[in-house]
């Protein structure tokens, strides 16, 4: 290590072996990556207070092999149901699962709207690129309407899934959406995300230059940043808008802070209840 370089401070939340991230340039993977790490270093927590839990994909690359904790990288789609799996045997430590919009929305979209049904208490933060990044850009559930992609050449047929408030929709306690054009109020909801009893999410919109840019005309990653700053609106000012106003603004902010029974804590409460509790 070069002395005259000082060490970044969250690299102590990195294998020491890590020398560089295999991320194509101009992802927005690596701007996620630190507004985790930023989240747990401000909340003073420790790496082993956690088990991280991925999928298949880009963005289930930021955790593994990068983490320096418990990392899981689990098959395609299946993360939830993996850390439904560690939080019901180790409730004492915070799952936090982190995949692509391909991964949490489409092969495991139903584990996502169960896990937020039934409460149970996770973090699931979602990378949304708006396409199958690490496979060579296919249409996601979350591309845009009219895309163009390597599976749809003349344009994508079908209406995107709008995530957040699905999620809502489906029961979470906790659900807030950002772009990698906000890291700090990203990074701060990831943190109300941690602290929240309940299912809580966040989504991440972020820039896929390589794929989505290429093959939709969005362009480069700086040119996606623009698109991100000019297109936000809070979800205070949209909820006044109708939808032919909003078009396709990217509505962000949190849509759901509640307090609501959480799955763990109902399963102990039904075991006491029959005598059979600790
Ligand atoms: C059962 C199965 N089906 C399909 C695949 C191929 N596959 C790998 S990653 C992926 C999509 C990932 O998309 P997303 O979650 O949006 O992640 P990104 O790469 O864009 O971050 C697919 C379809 C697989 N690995 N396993």
């Known amino acids: 290590m070069n002395d005259r370089v000082p060490e970044h401070p969250l690299r102590k939340y990195l294998r020491p072996s890590v020398k560089g991230t295999g991320f194509c340039p101009g992802c927005g993977d690596g701007t996620v990556l630190q507004c985790i790490l930023r989240a747990i270093d401000e909340l003073k927590?420790?790496?082993?207070?956690?088990?991280?839990?991925?999928g298949i994909g880009?963005?289930?690359?930021?955790?593994?092999?990068?983490?320096?904790?418990?990392?899981?990288?689990?098959?395609?789609?299946?993360?939830?149901?993996?850390?439904?799996?560690?939080?019901?045997?180790?409730?004492?430590?915070?799952?936090?699962?982190?995949?692509?919009?391909?991964?949490?929305t489409a092969i495991g979209g139903n584990h996502l709207i169960h896990a937020a049904r039934r409460n149970i208490e996770m973090v699931v933060v979602c990378v949304n690129n708006g396409i199958y990044g690490m496979t060579g850009g296919q249409v996601a559930p979350t591309t845009p309407r009219g895309a163009r992609t390597i599976t749809t050449p003349l344009g994508n047929l079908e209406n995107a899934f709008d995530i957040a408030p699905m999620v809502r929709a489906a029961g979470a306690s906790y659900v807030a959406r950002w772009t990698t054009f906000h890291p700090r109020r990203l990074t701060r909801s990831i943190k109300r995300a941690i602290g929240k009893k309940g299912?809580?999410?966040?989504?991440?919109?972020?820039?896929?230059?390589?794929?989505?840019?290429?093959?939709?005309?969005?362009?480069?990653?700086?040119?996606?940043?623009?698109?991100?700053?000019?297109?936000?609106?809070?979800?205070?000012?949209?909820?006044?808008?109708k939808p032919e106003e909003l078009g396709d603004r990217i509505v962000v902010g949190e849509f759901a802070d509640r307090d609501r029974p959480e799955l763990c804590e109902e399963i102990l409460r039904l075991k006491r209840g029959a005598g059979r509790g600790p």
């Open 45 to 54: 927590m420790e790496m082993d207070d956690f088990v991280f839990v991925s």
């Open 58 to 104: 880009c963005a289930a690359w930021i955790i593994s092999p990068y983490f320096n904790g418990d990392v899981l990288h689990t098959t395609h789609g299946r993360p939830i149901a993996f850390a439904t799996g560690i939080k019901l045997n180790l409730p004492e430590k915070k799952v936090m699962v982190i995949s692509g919009d391909g991964d949490l």
């Open 199 to 241: 299912f809580a999410f966040v989504e991440a919109v972020s820039q896929c230059p390589v794929q989505f840019g290429a093959k939709t005309g969005a362009g480069s990653a700086v040119e996606m940043f623009e698109m991100f700053k000019e297109k936000s609106i809070s979800v205070e000012k949209a909820s006044a808008m």
